[in-house]
């Protein structure tokens, strides 16, 4: 595609609901990641594929939080049990490849947790 | 522990004139990359400008451009002629290079007043 897709725009859960969360990179990338932006903060890094590698996974809070990418394209980013807490923008990069250096991103999923 | 610091959460500018967003970076590492973000109101982050610690040269992107200081950790972002739409969050992003975790700073909101 033209650019990395994230759907849905905006999610709103109860809390103990389980959400998915999608992310369709740009065509051919082989970098993915994951980034959780808290009101009126910078994004944080969540995890990072390589084709269907999750080779860092370090940024992930809790157990209740699981990404995957089984085919090298699309991902998705499981929350279990949401909390107050996990209420944030969750967003997607992708880049060409591991050593290339920029990460383009999409415009975000908005996840609140009721 | 934040590796970024953006010190400035709001900066105002006049449309037309010159505006310098400030950035600073904790790292021991000697080989990374730094960069600027711009985020809409729509969300999806926009690179500006990059920066290769190794290059002494101050990057340049049209009306954008740094003030790189390796040695002060310092990395200001200078917007010249400023329009209506330069309006937005500004992230400042740290990155080791064959690292996939980029560190952000927490943003400075810019305004532009006609």
């Known amino acids: 595609g033209a650019g990395v897709s994230q759907s849905p725009r905006y999610k709103v859960a109860k809390r103990g609901q389980d959400v998915a969360l999608r992310c369709d990179p740009i065509?051919?990338?082989?970098?993915l990641f994951w980034y959780q932006q808290a009101l009126g903060q910078g994004p944080e890094f969540l995890t990072y594929?390589?084709?269907?590698?999750?080779?860092?996974k370090s940024g992930l809070p809790s157990d209740r939080f699981f990404a995957e990418r089984p085919e090298g394209s699309v991902s998705t980013l499981k929350i279990q049990r949401t909390q107050q807490e996990d209420s944030a923008v969750y967003l997607c990069?992708?880049?060409?490849?591991?050593?290339?250096?920029?990460?383009?991103f999409g415009q975000g999923t908005r996840l609140t947790v009721v | 522990a934040q590796t970024v610091t953006q010190s400035q959460p709001e900066m105002s500018v006049q449309e037309a004139e010159t505006v310098t967003l400030s950035c600073t970076y904790d790292?021991?590492?000697?080989?990374?990359?730094l960069f600027w973000y711009k985020q809409p109101p729509s969300r999806q982050m926009i690179l500006v400008i990059r920066q290769e610690a190794y290059k002494q040269q101050n990057a340049t992107e049209n009306r954008f451009s740094v003030n790189f200081q390796k040695a002060a950790k310092s990395f200001s972002l200078k917007i010249s002629d400023s329009q209506l739409g330069d309006a937005a969050m500004y992230f400042c992003?740290?990155?080791?290079?064959?690292?996939?975790?980029?560190?952000f700073g927490a943003g400075t909101r810019l305004t532009v007043k006609p």
């Open positions: 992003a740290y990155r080791r290079r064959n690292n996939n975790d980029m560190r």
């Open positions: 990069a992708s880049s060409p490849g591991p050593t290339h250096t920029e990460a383009f």
């Open positions: 594929f390589q084709n269907e590698a999750q080779l860092d």
């Open positions: 065509s051919g990338h082989v970098s």
């Open positions: 790292t021991s590492e000697s080989d990374y990359y």
